[in-house]
């Protein structure tokens, strides 16, 4: 109900960034992540309970991705059976041989999500994705180990009041890489990247009232994340649960899109 109202208004725009204000180019950005999200977690969930209706228990893919303090927080919340694999196969013999070595390290843990990103397909723009990813993995996790070495916490998430501002520099790190990610090609995504900074902030055409309340119940669902412990998710309050169902059944009544989209990671 979600991801596909969202692909909507991403295709559109990941499809003609050329004609796409500052504006409208970072909302697309943003909407596309959250439909990557929400069409490939809720297609692993899918797997996950009609395998454990079977007595099949798999492994859980994502843990509130998008709540996570730096980018090593953030993949070991986002489709964590892929980056899991990566790190045990990959990773953990490349770090074995460069325990005492932190380029070697660093330059490993780059080569480990490039291949993450190759792994998604044979084209410049999966391979930008990695090798970003990869670079500013290394260098936050480099620069946290350092202050911990000196005695020193971590720059940003371990007060309460720094914790929303890490997050949200992680989340905007991961919607940039998000564009390489959903472009059609290297140039592209590099356009749009760049038209985000350099072309005006306007807004021009509408995006529709199903639109809108997809986004807000999509961020509403992000919210709830704040609830959550280690002992399983808080029950929200009788008026907020209300609130979120009206929601649903408003986009189910008047939201699904008339052409539905394929699951974006049966490509991969």
């Given at each position: 109900?979600?991801?596909d109202?969202l692909?909507?208004?991403t ?10 204000s500052?504006?409208?180019l ?8 959250l439909q990557?999200y929400?069409?490939f977690?809720?297609y692993?969930?899918i797997?996950?309970g009609?395998?454990?209706?079977m ?6 893919n ?6 996570a303090?730096?980018p090593?927080?953030?993949?070991n ?7 899991g694999w ?6 953990r ?12 390290s660093?330059a490993?843990t780059v ?5 993450v990103?190759?792994w ?8 930008a994705?990695?090798?970003?990813a ?7 996790s ?5 202050r911990?070495r000196?005695g ?8 309460w009041?720094?914790?929303p ?14 564009i390489?990610f959903?472009?059609r ?32 119940v ?14 399983g ?8 649960r209300?609130?979120?169902?009206a929601?649903?059944?408003l ?18």
């Open positions: 109900m979600i991801a109202r692909a909507v208004f295709g559109d725009v990941f499809g003609q960034p050329a004609t796409a500052g504006s409208v970072f909302l697309a950005a943003v909407c596309f992540t990557v929400l069409d977690s809720g692993t969930d797997a996950i009609i395998a454990r209706l007595g099949v228990r798999l492994a859980e994502f843990a509130w991705p998008f709540l303090r730096n090593s927080d953030f993949w919340r986002w489709h964590m059976t892929l980056t990566f790190r045990d196969y990959v990773g013999p490349l770090g074995r041989k460069s325990l005492q070595r932190p380029v070697a660093m490993g080569l480990v999500l490039g291949l990103g190759l998604h397909g044979a084209a410049w723009n999966f391979v994705f990695g090798l970003v990869g670079v500013v993995l290394a260098v936050t480099w620069l946290r180990a350092l911990k000196n020193r916490g971590p720059l940003l998430g371990d007060r009041w720094s914790t501002l890490a997050i949200l520099l992680t989340d905007l790190h991961v919607v940039l890489l998000m390489l959903g472009a090609d290297l140039p592209a995504a590099l356009d749009m990247i760049a038209g985000i900074f350099t072309r005006a902030w306007t807004w021009s055409g509408e995006l529709g009232a199903p639109f809108a309340l997809a986004l807000l999509a961020l509403f669902h992000f919210a709830r994340g704040r609830y959550f412990r280690q002992r998710l808080v029950p929200l309050s009788p008026p907020l209300g609130l979120f169902w929601g649903m059944t986009l189910i009544v008047y939201g699904i899109p008339e052409a539905t989209q394929p699951f974006i990671y049966f490509r991969f």
